[in-house]
């Protein structure tokens, strides 16, 4: 599906102007729904947000390396419900090449916490990026591996009037052992807030439209669809 088109209505927004909603201490509120009910809301959704617009496109790339330890630590701490977790990833921002080692932390709050440094090339290999796995989280660069990667197209809006940002990613690939599954059919919208963002015009829009949050991690979800006959998924399995 081509969504470039539904987005021409929408204010462009630029990295620079995006600082002021970095939002890397935040609350998050997400949300599931088949692609193409999408159309319907990016058009409703133009009234009230801006888009943001990387080498004249307002599709942009991404792909992230997740890393975890052997025994797959993050991902059990994640569907045993453990608050004070942390995920690590590099994450490429394909358009325009910049790579970053970005460490997610959600804290015992229910607040997600990042972290993140610039990199020069992925995967990690650096003494900087030891140091600051170390001092950013409970795991040494030493233990983790590379378990999965991620691959997606990101539309990111940014509210005209309220300190808030909606990333909304298709076209999911999940990659692992040189296999790949794609899930093209799947829309999943993150709703970023400094404080809880149930209320917001993007909510109540969803709302509308019968769609209701919905948590899920797409580390542990692609992780399932290649180890699930070996890791531990009770929690997962409606989802």
């Known amino acids: 599906m081509n969504l470039e088109k539904y987005l021409e209505s929408y204010t462009p927004i630029n990295l620079a102007d995006m600082k002021n909603v970095s939002l890397m201490n935040r609350f998050d509120t997400k949300y599931v729904m088949n692609i193409s009910g999408l159309p319907d809301i990016l058009e409703a ?26 025994t797959l630590h993050s991902y059990m701490m994640h569907h045993n419900g453990c608050l004070n977790r942390y995920k690590i990833r590099t994450r490429t921002y394909v358009e325009n090449d910049l790579q970053f080692l970005e460490i997610k ?27 600051f796995i170390q001092n950013n989280s409970p795991y040494s660069e030493e233990e983790l591996n590379i378990s999965l990667t991620v691959e997606f197209s990101r539309i990111t809006l940014v509210n005209t009037n309220t300190n808030e940002r909606v990333t909304i990613d298709t076209d999911l690939s999940f990659l692992h052992n040189g296999k790949i599954i794609n899930m093209p059919f799947i829309t999943i919208i993150e709703v970023k807030k400094a404080k809880c963002p149930d209320n917001t015009f993007f909510c109540r829009l969803l709302k509308e439209h019968k769609i209701y949050p919905f948590r899920i991690s797409k580390y542990c979800t692609g992780l399932l669809l290649f180890y699930k006959k070996t890791i531990k998924y009770n929690r997962f399995k409606e989802k």
């Open 45 to 70: 959704a133009s009234i009230a947000y801006r888009v943001l617009v990387v080498t004249d496109k307002r599709v942009s790339r991404y792909m992230t390396h997740y890393y975890d330890t052997e």
């Open 105 to 131: 932390h959600k804290s015992n709050k229910n607040k997600t916490l990042k972290n993140r440094k610039s990199l020069n090339e992925v995967p990690l290999c650096t003494e900087n990026s030891a140091h």
